[in-house]
């Protein structure tokens, strides 16, 4: 059974680096069949995808164009988990922060909609 | 960007009502398609995959339609533990963008 768990500080300073961890069971970041999202929900902007990591051979990201100067996805596969990296805050980064997969469909390109998720984690902005 | 308009924004129904929500793309988008349910305070669960494909242990109440631009989700026969916020995502390409959410409320 898969399982993302979620850690990082909850309040983060404006200007500052929010960072926040997705730990994997069940599966493995370097999975060639799987694909590790960075999506946040807030009042104002409601569900948006932020990014993702993946291993094809090589690791790949892709980014949300609106965060794309600022946010950076790691994978480290010592401690099988990723990492969301969202430098130059400001108030408007407040939101509750998920972390998700997607699985590939089997010989082909495509990819299932975001299946597991992790617990989510409320980060603040603030001084 | 993709543009996912949902409709509605709110509803509500009684116990064992057929109800249907609307996702419209502002382009094609196949059957690169996901509805998903959620409840105040935890993560979004998703019950449909590729448009029509019912998640494993999804009651079979709940199913999907369409493709292209436009998508549904039906539940056929409303029960209470259905009250919750409904969305479609669209993973056709970049940026993934959802639907702006339907909150379903039961009489």
């Known amino acids: 059974q898969v399982q993302l768990q979620q850690s990082g500080p909850g309040l983060v300073k404006p200007s500052q680096t929010l960072s926040l961890t997705c730990a994997i069971s069940g599966d493995s970041v370097s999975n060639n069949s799987a694909a590790w999202n960075w999506i946040r929900q807030s009042p104002s902007r409601g569900l948006e995808w932020l990014g993702r990591t993946y291993y094809r051979s090589q690791w790949y990201n892709h980014y949300a164009i609106s965060v794309k100067s600022r946010i950076t996805i790691n994978p480290d596969t010592s401690k099988n988990q990723f990492s969301l990296h969202l430098y130059s805050v400001t108030p408007e980064d407040t939101a509750v922060y998920y972390c998700a997969r997607e699985e590939r469909v089997p010989a082909t390109a495509l990819y299932y909609a975001l299946d597991i998720w992790g617990q989510g984690t409320m980060i603040t902005v603030s001084s | 960007d993709i543009q996912m308009t949902q409709s509605p924004s709110s509803l509500s129904a009684s116990v064992g009502d057929r109800v249907t929500i609307t996702c419209r793309a502002s382009?094609?988008?196949?059957?690169?398609l996901g509805w998903y349910q959620q409840k105040s305070g935890t993560a979004p669960k998703r019950l449909i995959y590729?448009?029509?494909s019912l998640q494993s242990g999804v009651p079979s109440r709940f199913s999907g339609s369409g493709s292209g631009t436009e998508f549904t989700l039906t539940i056929s026969s409303l029960q209470p533990e259905d009250s919750a916020t409904y969305y479609c995502l669209q993973h056709d390409s970049y940026p993934y963008t959802f639907g702006q959410g339907t909150k379903l409320e039961i009489e």
């Open positions: 382009q094609g988008i196949r059957n690169e």
């Open positions: 590729a448009a029509s």
